[in-house]
């Protein structure tokens, strides 16, 4: 089991998933929606909408109107501006983009990229002063300025202006630029503070021209914004949503020779439809990598170049960047894992590791890989001369930027995200700063150690619904990334016809079997030994649908998440019927199984006549079963009767049962029929074989056979969960009652 913890979210009620079918989402999409919130259809359009109308109007931002302003006055002045970024995809893509708008609205522009290693994050004082000497009137900054208090005020001492347009948190003092534009400031009445850095420096861009020419701007740049806005692991909600998706289609067709060489040394094939999955996995590692490995330009010049043989030549050079931040990686990566073994406590509750000689570069992806096999927040800190540079990556929503904040007296300083910062740090502060970290993140877990999760969108009822039209309706929820994840589906039970290792013994292939269904398979990084699993297995697994392609052929396929055994139907029922005690939500298929079947019922209903009536209590009874008159059955059998005379009372024939409160194991899932089924409790499940046809002859002691058949240990389960059912799920609804047999 990859994960502790499959958080399943909160079924939606029916009416919700109904509602959105309606406005003509396919069952799997509204499931999908419905229980991620967006459960009414004016909320899913929204969600899904992407068109042009998604864009905010660029002057909301705070300080737009004077950065336009400053920078209009530079490019009409003649004056020399620069571009000033980072090294990482988002700053890159922020330089590429402003750099190229200033230009092509006639300004003299140069762009600026600090070293990784030598300078380090942000403006810097040598920097400003050597840009300065160049003749700079004018620094415009992306993806980096907010905290930049005593660097833009060295700036204005060597009569240098800077315009600030940044994504990051603010600490409590602005800089003191001519304009200070960020989403994120508090008085900025933006209505979506998300942005990535480039998708500021795009507003910024946008902000220059009138508005009649700033959807042109975004044909111009929405590719460059969509890697960004992917690599820096923003929100994939509101803004930035039609910002990626219409992005990706941009980049589909991109003109800039570079980006094309990159995609096909990343294995996209040409004409295909790049998604978020080939700039997270293809892109955005190699461009990372030119920063990383100190050569950050040239991944900016591989973005601005127009040459065709210059961008193949400077993808290929990306490329082999990637593979020596690759070897690096794994070797820093190892010796942690060496320390970690070696010593044990120092991999809980968080990890803190300094070291002399890492590559600055790679210490963030190393304390990435660190979080997910240990599930804690890792720092990692390279040492040189007795100061240190740290990288850190959270775990489990523990807040990074708050963290370092309550830091601050042990840093020399730091910034950044609340999944993802960066600090500086003196050696000999490391140990109480490891004490500091490692005591809030007790705080927050109150001791316990933290448990890998994920969270299942929802359960699947019925593998009917899995068909290739179902699972390809689900892309029109694309891009998936932070703020809107992949879906995850979970099914239980799942009977495990065929399973091979493939690829090398690297992946695990399945048949699986439900519902008279059989689907195919596939965990990755999984094989048969490392999961247990052989044919004839029962699983519950989490998985994500797609549509896997072989030989033109269009099949659904299961891509794996995690996997588990079932549990007994025995201990399912005891499990869900806790939970119904609880209060806890059950989801259709739960509800199905736990519900007494028609005729559990009807043996539990002559038990109760047979020895409860009268409370003489007589004949025997089944073990822990109370005397009746006082005890559950007394409830119950009031229930029953009152259940019974209603719909007499409303002059229809006696009811038979409730629609949809026993349901026959078989009948296909009540999908139709509006009004129907208000328990929200579809079919039962189906039962394994072997534990099917308990129900042929009636033994003597019906009730027993009742508990034997279906698992339940003891009677008084059978007894207890048929009262619980009774006051909870709504019986109310009696117009539904039809029929006229009951026991
Ligand atoms: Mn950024």
């Known amino acids: 089991m990859k994960y502790q913890r499959w958080d399943l979210r909160r079924p939606a009620p029916l009416s919700a998933r109904r ?43 705070k300080d737009m109107d004077r950065a336009v302003a400053r920078i209009r006055a530079a490019i009409d002045g003649g004056e020399l501006i620069c571009v000033y970024g980072d090294y ?38 040598g920097a400003v002063a050597r840009l300065a000497g160049q003749g700079v009137g004018l620094i415009v900054t992306v993806d980096c300025g907010i905290t930049a208090v005593n660097e833009v005020e060295f700036a204005r001492s060597l009569g240098v202006d800077v315009v600030v ?17 960020d989403p994120r400031r508090e008085d900025c009445p933006y209505p979506f503070p998300e942005l990535a850095g480039v998708g500021v ?5 946008q902000a220059l021209v009138p508005p009649g020419q700033r959807a042109a701007v975004f044909q111009r740049f929405g590719e460059l914004a969509a890697i960004g806005t992917v690599a820096d692991v923003m929100r994939l909600t509101d803004e930035n949503r039609s910002l990626v998706r219409q992005g990706l289609e941009l980049l589909g067709r991109t003109q800039r020779p570079g980006l094309r060489a990159l995609m096909g040394e990343a294995g996209l094939e040409p004409g295909s439809l790049p998604t978020a999955v080939t700039i997270g996995y293809g892109l955005a590692p190699r461009i990372n990598a030119a920063g990383r490995m100190e050569q950050a330009m040239v991944a900016l010049d591989l973005l601005l170049t127009r040459e065709e043989e210059r ?103 730091y910034g950044g995200h609340e999944m993802a910062a960066g600090f500086t740090i003196l050696e000999e502060n490391i140990p109480a700063f490891r004490e500091a970290v490692c005591r809030m993140v007790e705080l927050r877990t109150g001791g316990a150690p933290m448990e890998a999760a994920v969270d299942v969108d929802a359960e699947i009822d019925h593998c009917g619904q899995l068909t290739a039209p179902q699972v390809e309706s689900l892309s029109q929820l694309e891009p998936f990334g932070a703020g809107n994840p992949k879906p995850v589906f979970l099914l239980r039970g799942a009977c495990v016809l065929s399973c091979c290792d493939v690829g090398a013994g690297r992946h695990l292939k399945m048949k699986l079997r439900r519902d008279g269904v059989v689907l195919d398979a596939i965990f990755f990084s999984a094989n048969t030994a490392a999961c247990g699993v052989s044919p004839g297995d029962r699983l519950d697994l989490i998985f994500t649908p797609q549509i896997n392609e072989f030989r033109g052929n269009r099949a659904v396929q299961l891509q794996i998440c ?27 298929w739960e509800a199905g199984l736990l519900f007494p079947s028609r005729q559990d019922f009807a043996r539990l209903w002559r038990f109760l006549e047979h020895n409860s009536v009268g409370g003489g209590a007589a004949g025997p009874h089944p073990a822990g079963l109370r005397p009746a008159g006082a005890g559950s059955g007394a409830h119950l059998r009031g229930r029953l009767d009152r259940g019974r005379a209603l719909p007499a009372a409303a002059g229809r024939p006696p009811a038979r049962r409730p629609v949809g409160l026993w349901p026959d194991p078989g009948v296909p ?14 079919p039962a499940p189906p039962m394994p074989p072997g534990e099917q046809g308990g129900f042929g002859a009636v033994p003597p002691d019906a009730a027993a056979a009742a508990v034997s058949a279906r698992g339940m240990t003891d009677f008084n389960l059978v007894l207890k969960t048929t009262e619980e059912l009774l006051w909870t799920w709504p019986m109310r609804d009696t117009k539904n009652w039809s029929g006229t047999s009951w026991p």
């Open 19 to 61: 509602a959105l079918e309606s406005a003509g989402l396919s069952p799997l999409c509204a499931s999908l929606l419905a229980s991620r919130g967006l459960d009414t259809p004016e909320e899913a359009a929204r969600f899904l909408s992407c068109g042009a109308q998604r864009f905010h109007d660029p002057l909301l931002l």
């Open 88 to 125: 990482d995809v988002d700053g890159i893509t922020a330089t590429c983009l402003l750099t190229e708008a200033l230009a092509g609205q006639g300004g003299r522009v140069v762009s600026y990229i600090p070293d990784r290693t030598e300078e380090g994050y942000g403006l810097n004082p």
């Open 165 to 181: 347009t940044d994504h990051h948190h603010c600490k409590d003092k602005l800089p003191a630029a001519v304009a200070v534009v």
């Open 201 to 205: 420096a795009l507003k910024t861009a």
């Open 311 to 413: 961008g193949e030549a400077l993808a290929h050079t990306l490329c082999r960047l990637n593979r020596e931040r690759q070897a690096i990686e794994l070797s820093i990566y190892e010796q942690c894992l060496e320390l970690l073994e070696a010593r044990p406590q120092l991999a809980a509750p968080a990890i803190v590791l300094a070291g002399e000689g890492w590559h600055q570069g790679v210490v963030g992806i190393v304390a990435s890989r660190l979080t997910e096999k240990y599930s804690c927040p890792a720092f990692m800190i390279c040492l040189e001369h007795g100061q240190g540079k740290g990288s850190c990556r959270s775990f489990g929503g523990f807040n990074l930027f708050a963290a370092l904040e309550q830091c601050a007296h042990l840093l020399e300083g």
């Open 562 to 588: 995690d996997l588990r055994p079932a549990p007994t139907r025995a201990q399912l029922e005891q499990e869900l019927f806790q939970k119904l005690k609880e209060g806890g939500p059950l989801s259709r």
């Open 669 to 682: 899932p009540r999908d139709g029929g509006p009004g129907a089924d208000p328990a929200g409790a579809g």
